[in-house]
T-cell receptor, first 112, second 116 residues
């Protein structure tokens, strides 16, 4: 398995609180991605990064922000968590956007 | 906009049955194609990929897929499934153009349940 870790692995938080999820890679891959996975919706891209400090929005970016200050770390922040953001969040990496992606173990987030 | 269709949302098979999961995509240019598998409670893992060359691609665990350009299809097959193949399977496509960001589009997945 590719060297990707996510933290925390599980989190329960209350509506309105900020939440930050961390993705860490040891593969030195250029691209990093944040997805959410919900029943009936498959995988949906939230944000992606193509280098340090280079990020862009995906298809479901509202309510989320990201930062990448180092090649190995990609942070996803929910500024003010809502119940609709209850989901499983996966980080992924790839050498090129046209190559295969390697996924982290996921973070299960529950917003009450 | 490119799209990926997986026609079967839920497939139930008995052990030793043959498997074929459909995947069709909308884009007619050069594409890179992938199948990923997600075992219960786990993350997605790459099963196989097609970039160019032989349209019959062999992956891990006895899976294979055939790229048929004229049909815009990349169906996944396995001659004889095992209980351990119970999982969700995702097809994905991206444009096969180097340089710059190319969006990856995932299908909505097919849940395979194999009955012992």
């Amino acid at each position: 398995d590719a060297g990707i870790t996510q933290s925390p692995r599980h989190k329960v938080t209350e509506t309105g609180t900020p939440v930050t999820l961390r993705c860490h890679q040891t593969e030195n891959h250029r691209y990093m991605y944040w997805y959410r996975q919900d029943p009936g919706h498959g995988l949906r891209l939230i944000h992606y990064s193509y280098g340090v400090k280079d990020t862009d929005k995906g298809e479901v970016s509202d309510g989320y922000s990201v930062s990448r200050s180092k090649t190995e770390d990609f942070l996803l922040t929910l500024e003010s968590a809502t119940s609709s953001q209850t989901s499983v969040y996966f980080c992924a990496i790839s050498e090129s956007s046209t190559y295969e992606q390697y996924f982290g173990p996921g973070t299960r987030l529950t917003v009450t | 906009a490119q799209s990926v269709s997986q026609h079967n949302h839920h497939v139930i098979l008995s052990e030793a049955a043959s498997l074929e999961l459909g995947c069709n995509y909308s884009y007619g240019g050069t594409v890179n194609l992938f199948w990923y598998v997600q075992y219960p409670g786990q993350h997605l893992q790459l099963l196989l990929k097609y970039f160019s060359g032989d349209p019959l691609v062999k992956g891990i665990k006895g899976f294979e897929a055939e790229f048929i350009k004229s049909k815009f299809s990349f169906n996944l097959r396995k001659p004889s499934v095992q209980w351990s193949d119970t999982a969700e399977y995702f097809c994905a496509v991206t444009l096969g153009i180097s340089g710059g960001y190319q969006k990856v589009t995932f299908g909505t997945g097919t849940k395979l349940q194999v009955i012992p």
